[in-house]
C-alpha cells in the first residue's frame, strides 16, 4: 500500500517525509512498547503508535522502520524531527486511535508482522 | 576500528546516539542491513539500560571484517540476580523509564537473542560489563 494511501485512509498529516508519499509498504506493527518494536525482525513495516516521544523515533531508525503514525493528534517535537530527518524516517499524525488505525489499515491490506 | 562513546545516566534526550553512530559506521562499511540491524538492536537496548539503570557508561566498540565487539560498561547498582535479569518481562524500571516506551524486561533477552555471544559480569553496589560479539 502507497504511503499516501494510508495517510488518506486515517485522515493522516504528514509532518516530515512528504517526499515519500510514494513508498509502497506492506507490513504494520502497532505498539506503545519500545521493546516491543525492537523485537520485531523484519524491516521496512510501518509502526503505529501512540508514544510521540524522541525514544520512539530513536527506536525506530534502530529497527530500520522507515514509517510511523502517531496516533491521537499528539504533538510532534523537534527533537523527534531532527531524528527523522536524519534516518529519513516519515512521521504521519492521526486523530485517530491506534485501535481505529489499525482496524482500517488492515481492511485495507495491511499485513500484521505476526 | 575502535570507537568509544560516553552515556550518562538518566539522559533519555540522548539515548541511542551513540548505537545511531555505530550505525552509520557499519552502513559505511557496507555491512550486510540485517547484521547492522542485530548490532544496532543489541546495542540500543544496552545503552537504554545505562540510561535507565545507571549512573555512567563507556560503550567500546570494536569493528574487524570477521565482526563487532561490543562492551558497555557502567558504574551502576549492578544486577542482583543475573537469570532473573535475563527472563523476559522481569523490570526493575522506574515509571519514567516506562514512560519512555522502555522497562518492559525484554533488553537482556533482546540483547541475547541478537548477539551470536553475550558475557554479563556485574558487581552489585559497583556496576555491570555487558560484552557483546556479532560475526559478520
Known sequence: MK??????????T???????????VEYAFASD??????????????????LCNVQAVRTAEMSDVPYMIICRNKQVTPDMLEVAEESNIVI??????????????????????? | MHVEYNVEGGDFSNAGSASSQIKKILKQLNVDPSLIKRVVVALYEA???????????????????????????????????VELAMTKGYSTASKEVREMGFGAGMGLPNISENADKL??????????????????
Open chain 1, 3 to 12: 504511503i499516501s494511501e494510508i495517510c488518506s485512509l486515517i485522515e493522516g
Open chain 1, 14 to 24: 504528514v509532518v516530515i517525509g512528504e517526499y515519500r508519499m510514494d513508498d509502497e
Open chain 1, 33 to 50: 512498547l519500545m521493546s516491543d518494536v525492537l523485537t520485531v525482525k523484519i524491516q521496512n513495516f510501518i509502526l503505529l503508535t501512540g
Open chain 1, 92 to 114: 504521519i499524525c492521526t486523530r485517530f486511535s491506534m485501535f481505529k488505525c489499525a482496524g482500517i489499515l488492515y481492511v485495507n491490506g495491511l499485513k500484521p508482522v505476526y
Open chain 2, 47 to 81: 545503552e537504554v539500560n545505562v540510561v535507565a539503570h545507571a549512573y555512567r557508561g563507556v560503550i567500546d566498540a570494536d569493528i574487524n571484517p570477521s565482526g563487532i565487539y561490543i562492551t558497555v560498561k557502567d558504574e551502576g547498582p549492578g544486577i542482583p540476580d
Open chain 2, 119 to 136: 558475557s554479563i559480569d556485574t558487581v552489585v553496589g559497583k556496576g555491570t560489563t555487558l560484552n557483546i560479539e556479532i560475526r559478520f
